[in-house]
Each structure stands twice: as C-alpha cells, then as structure tokens.
C-alpha cells in the first residue's frame, strides 16, 4: 500500500515560506554530526542517481515489515538484491520472497546474524568477496544493532541503517573504529525529515514567536509501538522553542487501541502500519490556534527514503570522502532522489 502524507499549516504558512527561502543562508545542528560538510555543489555532482552494474544489495532483517517493504522497493526500482540476508535468531523460516508490484521476485535465504551467529563475521567476509560493491540495508532488532555495526565494519562493508532505538553514541563510537561508510537515520522518511530540519531552522530564526501558546500533541502508531514516537519528540524540541515553555515526553498523547485509532482518522485497514500526528499551538484566551499534521499510512515512505540513501552512498563512496557517517538531511541535501 502507497504511504498517504499529507501536510497542513494552518495560518504559518508565511512563515514556513519565508524559512524556506532563507534556507540556504543558514544550516544548523538537527541530526548533524561534527563532520566536515562539503559544498552543496560537490555533493549534487557526486550524486549519481543511475544505478550501476555493480551495485548490490544486501537485505538485513528479513522477515521484518520494514526489511520486506525497503526489500520490495528495492527490487521495483531495479536494484540487484544479494540472495541472502542476516536474519535473528530461530526465524519462522529460512527462505524469503521478496515480491515487487511489478511482478518481480526474488527467494533470499536468511541467515542469523551476528549477536547470534559466531560464523556471521565469516559469512559476511565471504558475501563481501563476490560482491565487493554491495550494500547492506540494515533493518535489524534494537538488541543486534551494536553487534552488526561491529561486523559491518570488520568487514569495511558500507551501509544504510533505519533500526531505532539504539544509543546514537554508541552507535558512533562503534562505526568510528573502520573505514567504511554509512547513512544511519532514526526516520528514512525523506519529507517527514525535511519537515523536522525546516522547524529546526524556524526554531532558531524565530524562538519565543508563539510564546504563551499552548501546545498540545498526539500521535498515533500501531499497537505493537510501545514507545513514544522520536519524531514526535524531536519535533517537540522545535515546537518548544517557538512558544518558550517546558514541555515533558509524558505529556505527548499516545493512541495505541484500534478503536481510539479510528477515532483519530486512521483507516481501518491501516491499523497494522501508520503514524498519524498532530501538533496544535493556542493562545491564552483561545483565539488564535495553528495545527500541523503528518499522516502515514503503511510503510512505503520509510522504504523509498531508504533506497534513496543508498543511492546517496553508492554515489558519494566512490570519490573517498574524508566524511564517512552521513544522514538524511545529507541525502536531502544532495538531491536526485526518485
């Protein structure tokens, strides 16, 4: 099912047009490392967006949703899949077929990974010689991430990583040890990211503009989230600047029952897979409101994001930057994406 997404600013619209006019003056710190960033004219000229003969990809986290969508798009988009795959420990089955909208398939055979695996470094090694250009998609458990980037970089193999959370630091502290390059993003969502770096940016031109403004947010994911969404509380994190008041994690409205769900707007047959959110600033006396919403249905948003950030990685390692960790606002910013 195609991702639904849609955007509304209330009365802010001034606003955002402004901020967007005034990006390219100022960049600041949202999920930016301390790397040195090139110019955006480098980083539109490394970006190749043609898929090259030699690229493969490996799929990690199979039979998992978002492996199996990110899977699916890679096949559509024609990007040669690797026939295995890292997997956890004791998988229903042993065997996945990755089937595309376009009719294409392709069977992976799953093998535990590493954290479970003592002959995953090995096998790894082994994948790494007869597809030296490959790149690993890692959409993993919370508890295997650590011990993947461990083997990904014992093996110098590049990669893009969505599986959240994890310490960010110590997912640092791991990766810095190689030479490898890599995309980790706790959000593959390209427009969603876009989003967030744009009320960054208006966060920081305009602090304390909605001040005295109540906010309020609710967000809504499937039942088996039990945690509150980070994009909700990374977006918070701007919001509060603009109305210069505390606000707590335990103060976001979670939705986790299916009837509540509906109640909000999800449809029904989107229960099993969304993101509904929505943020409302009011003043005192309730005169004044703004509301902005972001509605995921599916997963295919997350997926598209991803095989874009390979592209990205594919492109940009072949001229051997000194930056090796990049995320996707660097994906955004060098354009190109399908």
């Given at each position: ?14 606003l955002f047009s402004y901020l967007c006019c005034s990006y390219k003056y100022r960049r600041t710190g949202f999920l930016r490392d301390r790397y040195t960033i090139p110019s955006l004219q480098s980083r539109t000229v490394l970006y190749n967006s043609v898929i ?66 003592n002959d995953a470094s090995a096998i790894l090694s082994s994948i790494k010689n007869s597809y030296p250009n490959c790149i690993l998609i890692d959409y993993t458990h919370p508890s295997a991430v650590l011990s993947n980037i461990a083997c990904y970089v014992e ?184």
């Open positions: 099912r195609k991702s639904k997404m849609q955007f509304y600013f209330c009365k802010v619209w001034v090259d003969d030699d690229l493969t990809i490996m799929i990690n986290g199979l039979p998992g949703l978002m492996a199996a969508e990110t899977a699916k798009v890679c096949l559509e988009r024609g990007y040669k899949l690797i026939p295995m795959g890292f997997t956890g420990k004791d998988p229903p089955e042993y065997t996945y077929t990755v089937i595309g909208s376009n009719g294409k398939s392709q069977q992976l055979q799953l093998i535990e990974g590493p954290g479970v695996n093996n110098n193999c590049d990669f893009v990583m969505g599986t959240t959370g994890v310490d960010a630091p110590a997912m640092k502290k791991e990766f810095e040890s190689g030479s490898n390059y890599a995309v980790i993003a706790p959000n593959m969502a390209k427009q969603i990211v876009a989003l967030q770096y744009a009320l960054d940016q208006m966060s920081n031109r305009f602090p304390n503009s909605y001040k005295n403004y109540k906010l309020k947010v609710t967000e809504s994911h499937q039942s088996s989230k039990a945690d509150t969404s980070g994009t909700a509380k990374a977006i918070v994190s701007h919001l509060t600047k603009l109305n210069g008041e505390s606000f707590q994690v335990d103060e976001i409205e979670k939705i986790r029952t299916p009837e509540a769900q509906i109640a909000f707007g999800v449809p029904s047959d989107a229960l099993g897979g969304h993101a509904f959110h929505t943020y409302s600033l009011t003043s005192e006396d309730g005169s004044v409101s703004f509301e902005l919403q972001h509605n995921v249905c599916g997963r295919r948003i997350y997926a598209e994001g991803t095989a874009d950030a390979v592209m990205f990685l594919d492109s940009i390692r072949r001229s051997h930057p000194e930056k090796r960790l990049y995320n996707m606002i660097d994906v955004l910013e060098a354009g190109g994406m399908n």
